[in-house]
């Protein structure tokens, strides 16, 4: 198409980021020697095109599927405001942040600006096709998807009610919801869609390359699954924080769980039933070799194997070594380190199935106690817990000393016989310092 001279007719600038709401700004554009007359503007409302040519400029998107979606039909008859609609159109996809346009009659040129804040799609529950159909049959029949999704405008819409066609198709009539998802404080990352009806339930597992003897855990592990509602997210967490630890407390420390999949066993108006196939690839067991730690003034290496709770030849448990690396933070934390940080990197000897850990402790600064209070004494309370108390203000501050006072010092406290304290601590971490309090009342457990 040849370069639009003498444009006729209107402008147009649709900043779809800014639009709250949508806000359109018409120009009027061209080139006049007089001012235009009431009798001009209505005639030029009322013209009719046959479009001939459509360009589209600036995007990434192809010139069919924009064509497509901008509604637009080569040698249709169109007016100046059927124009505006296919750039209104455009805009409200949310996948440009910037629509322009400008005609002469029988050509249009659009000029895109593509919107860089798309996220993923992922489907949750839609177990009647593999994701993979899916996304081919949406991508053919909703102009502009190709996976991706802006966080505004009306293009999931268009996705959820294909999805909805696409199911109809195979017999499945569903509702579909869209939801925007992030990690915890995160950024949103993708737009879930998601089968509100028919509600889709788990009524079965199976474990696809679990050796037998691991059977029984794993079925014990998910029974809280069965009859509850099917969501591959939640299926991916509950494999990380349930099923792995049951491999990796056995030394299996390479276990992976490839995706799960969902087939349904039955599908009604209401409720459709699946059964989860969870496949496994255990890996071999794996021993410990050596716990590593060169040791420091505050702890010495010589003593850092009475923390351990693994020595060296048993399997490589790792809630054990979690809980012995807890044991040497604590070394720190009862020093006032309250953020020490432990870590145990691995070095494994694949030949031989064996893994030693090098230990590194991040000790951080030294914390120290600013101020201690005790709540709901007596006088005479009072005074013979100050006579008993030992962590001053100003000392270096043990987390665990409060905790363990009244137990520790039972016999020396008779009047507190029956008591328990609940304990607070206010971290000031700008200056390093801990406010603590104490609050004694009878009768109540130790907090």
């Known amino acids: 198409m040849t370069k639009l001279k003498g444009i006729v007719g209107s402008f147009i600038l649709i900043d779809y980021m800014r639009m709250r709401p949508l806000a ?14 009431a009798s001009q503007k209505a005639s030029q409302n009322q013209a009719v095109y046959k479009l001939q040519e459509v360009r589209f400029v600036g995007s990434h998107y192809s ?25 209104t159109t455009l805009s409200q996809s949310g996948v440009f942040s910037q629509v322009k346009y400008s005609f002469n009659g ?7 600006t593509d919107n860089p804040n798309l996220v993923s799609c992922r489907f949750e529950n839609l177990v009647w096709t593999s994701d993979q159909e899916l996304l081919s049959e949406l991508t053919r029949r909703v102009p502009l998807f190709n996976g991706t999704l802006p966080l505004t405008g009306d293009l999931a819409t268009n996705v959820g009610k294909a999805i909805e066609v696409i ?25 879930v869609f998601s089968a509100v009806t028919p509600k889709v339930v788990i009524a079965d597992i199976e474990f696809s390359g679990a050796s037998p003897a691991q059977i029984p855990s794993l079925q014990k592990a998910v029974a809280p699954l069965l009859g509850t509602e099917y969501r591959e997210s939640m299926l991916e967490d509950f494999s990380t924080n349930n099923l792995r630890p049951i491999y990796l407390n056995q030394g299996y420390l390479h276990v992976e769980f490839p995706r799960a999949s969902a087939t349904p066993i039955s599908t009604s108006a209401e409720l459709a039933k699946v059964r989860i196939t969870v496949p496994i690839q255990e890996g071999s067991v794996y021993q410990l070799k050596a716990m590593n730690w060169p040791g420091t003034d505050l702890l010495p290496a010589a003593a850092a194997p009475k923390l351990y709770l693994l020595k060296a030849g048993d399997i490589a448990n790792q809630e054990l070594l979690k809980k012995s690396l807890n044991n040497l933070g604590g070394a720190y934390l009862k020093r006032g380190y309250m953020k020490a940080t432990v870590r145990a990197l691995p070095s494994f000897d694949e030949s031989k199935h064996t893994v030693a850990y090098d230990i590194e402790i991040v000790p951080g600064h030294a914390y120290r106690l600013r101020n201690v209070e005790f709540k709901n004494l007596s006088e005479a309370q009072l005074k013979q817990v100050n006579e008993v108390w030992k962590l001053k203000p100003g ?25 328990s304290a609940l304990w607070t601590q206010k971290v000031d971490d700008e200056h390093k310092e801990v406010d603590l309090i104490l609050t004694f009342r009878p009768g109540v457990a130790v907090h």
């Open 24 to 37: 359109v700004l018409l120009l009027l554009c061209g080139v006049f020697s007089t001012p235009l007359v």
């Open 63 to 87: 010139q069919e599927d924009l064509l497509k979606a901008s509604g637009l039909k080569i040698g249709r008859d169109i007016s100046p405001e059927g124009f505006q609609n296919a750039a």
């Open 106 to 112: 029988a050509e249009a040129e659009y000029d895109l």
């Open 167 to 191: 199911l109809k198709e195979r017999g499945i009539v569903a509702t579909i919801s869209s939801m925007p998802a992030a990690n915890l404080n995160g950024p949103v990352s993708a737009i």
């Open 395 to 419: 000392d270096t501050y043990d987390p665990t000393y409060a905790p363990a006072f009244l137990v520790n010092n039972r016999q020396s406290l008779h009047s507190l016989d029956g008591w």
